[in-house]
């Protein structure tokens, strides 16, 4: 009898090895997707909503989408994981959506100014370098690209929605849970309260 519960253990074990490795692929995947998708957006975006009112922009424009296709994905792999557990233990796993976090998005924005800001001051230097490099008919400045400003305001763009995408779904900031980390404490906790057949 203990031998068969070790070996029950051992198989309840190897459920949660791979639905857990599954989760991160399933959502690792879908983070690179939407950085995908959502690069060919950003530099479509207007001075005014996506590169002046950026925080704006990411709750209204990128944080929907991102909980549309990140959550259903997270309770897909519950799912499955939970079919794949009932023939080896008597354990119940459900979905278990996490709730909006209101003050995601202001501490994340609040984070990615601090690495936007170093960023731009070493863009500032590049652009000071390269400004030597111009010749300067009539003025300072006059010759530059009229674009830089836009260039490092999209820049600054691209970081935050990546940024809100990562930690969105796979590593969340200052110990709040992504929905990949959501997944892999409903797993584990399964595994642990899962009684073999």
Partial sequence: ???????GRGEIRRWRDLHVAMARAVLQQAAADLVESFDAELSEADWR??????TRFVAVRIA??????AEPLARRVVEEADR???PIAYHHLQW????????????MMEELGDWAAAGG??????????????????GLGRGL??????????ARLRAKVHGYVY??????????????EHVIDLLQDAARHAQPL
């Fill in 1 to 7: 009898m203990v031998l068969m519960r070790l070996f």
């Fill in 49 to 54: 909503d996506g590169l002046i009112e950026q």
């Fill in 64 to 69: 929907p989408v991102v909980r549309q296709v």
């Fill in 84 to 86: 794949a557990l009932q």
């Fill in 96 to 107: 278990q959506p996490l709730p909006v976090d209101a003050n995601l998005m202001r501490d």
């Fill in 121 to 138: 001051a070493a863009l500032t230097g590049l652009v000071r370098g390269a400004a030597t490099g111009l010749p300067i008919a009539g």
């Fill in 145 to 154: 690209p009229r674009d830089w400003m836009r260039l490092r305001a999209e």
């Fill in 167 to 180: 930690a969105t779904v796979v590593q969340g900031p200052k110990g709040r849970r992504s929905q990949l």
